[in-house]
């Protein structure tokens, strides 16, 4: 969804990073997409284009506001701008979406779009609706590397990571769908433009009243395997001048690679939710198999240093119920064992195993997370258990998965093996 060209993009591998070219796609039509660029980027790109330092600076400030703040895609309406250059804009550049191949709502109101990207590759992405709430998950990577044996994601390969335009573009399209850009009035200016009535404008530009209030880096994808691209994202997300959403209300989720951690908190600080699903290394080792990387030990001791956790902004542990597999009195107290020694400020979702083709795992029964849950809650610890949401139409926790890859239950048992033998 970038033009500007891709520098060689790390795939990372079980072990170790293996860097390889990304090759991005020229538009057809020459035109260069703005979606996902800064406000520094943006300026480069109109100076390249042709104009002046000050003319290149004033018209990237007006472009990131009707980009990021309007969800404006048409120069035509962008009514800052005299007519002739919103001309010259849309003859060089355009602002682009990504390319909806499926949108499906579930019976419970969940949405999922199967989106395209410019070079052919499938990716998804999940608006949950909840009463007091609504909250996007949006996709890191097209595939994933990590293989968690219970999530349907993992049976994937990775195909390459998403640019800052890709993912960004996923909160853009679900803005789109929701209808929830902030109109503001115009008026007319003294050149014949149209300039934009802020003090009409910021009231409504605020997450109450709106259905999408929340974001979380949950989709298809390891967060942290794409750390450059995730973090300019989400700046733009935070940007005030922009999609002005609150770090308080995005969440990164990561399978616990943990050099990272530090680093996302630094240098994009928002809240942490860590995969974990497992209290032993046997188990661990089975469910999220990075742990045989960075154990559990190694693991919490990076949570309790991450600067940003406190009793206010708590660390999620997200864990998955699956029977006789992790679901156990000892597995739950052993848990609170853990949370304590690092003295966490956390709390843990309890989220029942959402089952897909070709799995051998089952959901925990109601009762058993129920007495996971009391035991954990007994400790001091919070432990919602999460409603499923979206099961049929695959738009659960860990169902995720591109429609254009399906694979019989034999060649995800063989990839897999392959992944466990890389491990050694």
């Keep these: 969804m970038q033009s500007a060209a891709s520098p060689?993009?790390?795939?990372?591998?079980?072990?170790?990073?293996?860097?390889?070219?990304r090759a991005v796609t020229p538009r057809e039509d020459g035109r260069t997409d703005l979606m996902g660029?800064?406000?520094?980027?943006?300026?480069?790109?109109?100076?390249?284009?042709?104009?002046?330092?000050?003319?290149?600076?004033?018209?990237?400030?007006?472009l990131f506001h009707w980009l990021y703040h309007r969800g404006t895609t048409d120069f035509d309406v962008m009514t800052d701008l005299a007519k002739p250059m919103r001309g010259w804009m849309a003859d060089r550049f355009v602002v682009g979406r990504p390319q909806v191949v499926e949108a499906q709502v579930s019976t419970d109101g969940t949405r999922k779009w199967l989106l395209r990207s410019d070079d052919g590759q499938d990716y998804e992405m999940v608006f949950i609706p909840d009463a007091d709430r609504g909250t996007l998950c949006v996709s890191s990577q097209v595939g994933c590397t990590l293989?968690?044996?219970?999530?349907?994601?993992?049976t994937m390969r990775l195909v390459r990571n998403l640019t800052p335009g890709e993912i960004v573009g996923q909160v853009m399209l679900a803005r789109d769908a929701l209808g929830e850009w902030p109109k503001g009035n115009m008026a007319a200016s003294n050149d014949g433009a149209n300039d934009v009535d802020e003090d009409d404008d910021a009231p409504q530009y605020t997450p109450d009243g709106r259905m999408l209030t929340n974001i979380v880096m949950m989709g298809m994808g390891e967060p942290l395997y794409n750390f450059d691209h995730v973090r300019d994202a989400?700046?733009?997300?935070?940007?005030?001048d922009g999609l002005a959403l609150s770090k308080r209300r995005i969440t990164l989720s990561t399978s616990g690679v943990v050099p990272m951690m530090a680093r996302a908190a630094e240098e994009i600080g928002v809240n942490l939710a860590v995969s974990l699903h497992g209290v032993t290394k046997e188990v661990r080792d089975e469910l999220v198999p990075l742990n045989r990387k960075y154990g559990i030990e190694e693991l919490l001791q990076a949570c309790a240093d991450y600067p940003k956790a406190n009793n206010a902004r708590r660390i999620t542990f997200e864990y998955v119920m699956i029977r006789d597999k992790n679901d156990s009195d000892d597995d739950?107290?052993?848990?609170?064992?853990?949370?304590r020694k690092y003295k966490l400020p956390a709390k843990v979702n309890l989220i029942p195993f959402n089952p897909w083709p070709g799995t051998d795992y089952e959901c925990s029964t109601p009762e058993r997370i129920r007495a996971f849950s009391s035991i954990v809650f007994e400790g001091g610890i919070s432990a919602p258990v999460r409603t499923p949401r979206g099961r049929d139409i695959m738009a659960a926790c860990g169902q995720l998965k591109s429609a254009s890859e399906k694979k019989s239950k034999a060649e995800m048992k063989r990839l897999s093996e392959e992944k466990q033998a890389a491990l050694g």
Excluded: W, Y
């Excluded at 980027?41 to 109109?46: N, S, T, Y």
């Excluded at 700046?235 to 005030?240: A, R, Y």
């Excluded at 739950?332 to 949370?339: C, G, K, N, T």
């Design 332 to 339: 739950a107290r052993e848990l609170v064992r853990l949370i």
């Design 234 to 240: 989400l700046k733009l997300v935070m940007d005030g």
């Design 8 to 21: 060689l993009m790390p795939i990372p591998g079980l072990i170790d990073p293996v860097p390889v070219p």
């Design 147 to 154: 293989n968690c044996s219970f999530c349907h994601t993992g």
């Design 37 to 62: 660029l800064s406000r520094p980027q943006i300026k480069a790109v109109l100076e390249e284009a042709g104009l002046d330092v000050k003319a290149a600076k004033l018209r990237s400030k007006q």
